[in-house]
């Protein structure tokens, strides 16, 4: 990790769009916030959260070619809707263009769009951090949510992910193509988990 955090954050100021960027320090700061709740690593967390839209600020165009640039396999769903690739892009983007080494926080930035099954603590964090950060709009339960992230991490990815794919269930057909398998996968891998925590 060679920049600092205050590095980070001047050259992603002359990159992304103010939009952009007010959200990417929202998301570091949640994220940081719940890495103090969960005993994960602050700093790593900061790092994860700084980078993990890095790559937003391209065109589906450009995403495209830069994916092909870096070798980055896309999936049915990710060519349909291209903006789903800045996750891995961000990723590759995060190791060539800041240094960052760190396997975590990089693994981090490649799932905080789509989630996985089994993730750790701070791929967790950053998936949540992402949705819940203070400037986003008020969706259905994000009160709910917000609590779960600084009490149940399993929790909140279930109800993220439910919502997330109800709300993608509601698109027209074009819309529902673009719901990535990882996206699925997830939500069954946290519903189950979920469900069965109720029961015991």
């Not at 600092?4 to 998301?27: A, C, F």
């Not at 980055?72 to 961000?90: D, M, R, W």
């Not at 769009?113 to 709009?137: H, Q, S, V, W």
């Not at 990535?180 to 996968?185: K, R």
Request: glycine fraction near 4%.
């Amino acid at each position: 990790m060679e920049k600092s955090l205050e590095e980070l954050q001047e050259e992603l100021k002359g990159v992304l769009k103010k939009r952009r960027y007010n959200h990417t320090i929202g998301v570091r700061y949640t994220a940081q916030a719940m890495a103090m709740c969960f005993d994960e690593d602050i700093i790593k967390a900061g790092y994860a959260g700084m980078l993990h839209d890095c790559a937003k600020y391209l065109s589906d165009v450009e995403i495209m070619s830069e994916c092909t640039k870096h070798h980055i396999t896309c999936s049915k769903a990710e060519k349909l809707k291209p903006s789903l690739l800045h996750a891995k892009l961000g990723a590759c983007y995060a190791r060539e263009k800041y240094g960052m080494e760190d396997e975590l926080v990089l693994s981090a930035i490649r799932w905080h769009t789509t989630g996985k099954p089994g993730m750790n603590t701070l791929e967790k964090i950053i998936f949540i951090a992402d949705y819940i950060e203070p400037d986003r709009k008020m969706l259905p339960g994000m009160e709910e949510i917000r609590k779960a992230a600084f009490s149940d991490l399993d929790k909140a990815m279930y109800l993220i992910l439910k919502n997330t794919l109800e709300y993608l269930g509601d698109m027209e057909e074009r819309q529902r193509e673009c719901i990535d398998v990882y996206s699925v996968d997830a939500y069954d891998f946290y519903k189950e988990l979920w469900e069965r925590r109720k029961c015991e």
